[in-house]
């Protein structure tokens, strides 16, 4: 029997049972990249997944802000009722796609397929990896990116609270993975660098987590006008705040608290961890700077794309 990931009835002796076929094991390739291995099965689930017109996306590199942008965009969609937002945890309002624990949780395309339109759909699947038939249904999609040592920063303490992923290692060796792309979902670069360069002619609306932090309410304006709708500076006024960092640490519908400590152990470290700009200064060593400075240079020549620090 599959079990909802949110509330008592998912801490139940099965997932107790099954824990050790997925926890802390390996990425595992799929197509070349790596993939969180207990979601890397049936991948026919995904390339045969049903996309409805009205969908949107919420597509993201991890630890980028999507958690941020899913919350966003859902009160956007309830026009401003932030208690509508409060109906459900993220994960169930905003399923992920490629999400998936055999026997424990339900695949979030299945998920997807029960939920009324218009469903938002959270992804971190790069391009190769993307159902064709989000394109072929010109479906919005909301492309979120953050400056990679921040990224690297925040996935290497969900790496270490997260029990479905590999044990991340020291500090030490861990920008080194991150700049050879042996992470989850692969490449950061490439990520990156494929939805920049569609964004032209596809339905993408590119935002980046650094702008957001620096005036979230021209940036949720940004989001209002994607979507088509034309909201008063009221609702904005509220979806901002609803929004703010400190108000989604403290939600439960935002925070992840309501995912069992065996898959996200935040005594480890929080999901919402600081939900800042720079916090790369306090862990990157000057050798490991310079490195990643290099890579970053490589992966950026030849595009106008560019990152704030
Ligand atoms: S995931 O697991 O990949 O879906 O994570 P994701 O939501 O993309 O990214 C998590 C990071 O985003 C930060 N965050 C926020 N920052 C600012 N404001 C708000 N409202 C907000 N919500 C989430 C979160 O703290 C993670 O970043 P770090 O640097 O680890 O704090």
């Not at 459900?88 to 055999?102: G, H, S, T």
Request: charged share 25%.
């Amino acid at each position: 029997m599959l079990v909802p990931l949110y509330g008592q009835e998912y801490r139940s002796r099965k997932k107790m049972d099954s824990q050790s076929e997925w926890q802390r094991k390996d990425w595992v390739k799929v197509r070349g990249v790596p993939m969180i291995c207990s979601c890397s099965s049936n991948w026919e689930r995904i390339d045969n997944f049903q996309a409805r017109e009205e969908d949107i996306i919420i597509a993201t590199y991890p630890k980028s802000g999507t958690t941020w942008m899913s919350e966003i965009v859902d009160v956007i969609l309830n026009d401003g009722d932030t208690e509508k937002s409060k109906r459900d945890a993220i994960f169930n309002k905003i399923p992920m796609l490629e999400f998936w624990v055999p026997g424990v949780v339900p695949p979030g395309c299945q998920v997807l397929d029960s939920l009324p339109s218009p469903r938002v759909v959270k992804t971190h699947l790069p391009v190769s990896l993307f159902p064709k038939a989000f394109w072929e249904k010109n479906c919005k999609i909301i492309y979120v990116a953050r400056n990679p040592k921040d990224v690297a920063v925040s996935f290497y303490h969900f790496d270490k609270m997260n029990q479905l992923h590999p044990e991340p290692g020291p500090w030490e060796g861990y920008v080194d993975k991150f700049i050879q792309g042996n992470m989850g979902f692969g490449s950061w670069g490439t990520h990156v660098k494929e939805f920049w360069a569609l964004k032209q002619e596809r339905n993408i609306l590119y935002m980046f987590y650094e702008d957001m932090l620096e005036d979230p309410k021209r940036e949720i304006r940004k989001v209002m006008r994607f979507l088509g709708k034309d909201l008063s500076d009221d609702v904005l006024e509220k979806t901002c705040l609803h929004t703010s960092f400190k108000a989604m640490k403290e939600n439960p519908v935002t925070n992840y608290t309501a995912i069992d400590s065996s898959i996200m152990n935040q005594s480890v470290s929080p999901f919402m961890r600081k939900g800042i700009c720079g916090d790369w200064k306090n862990h990157f060593t000057v050798a490991q700077n310079e490195r990643f400075d290099e890579y970053y240079q490589k992966e950026m020549s030849g595009t106008d794309l560019s990152f704030r620090f």
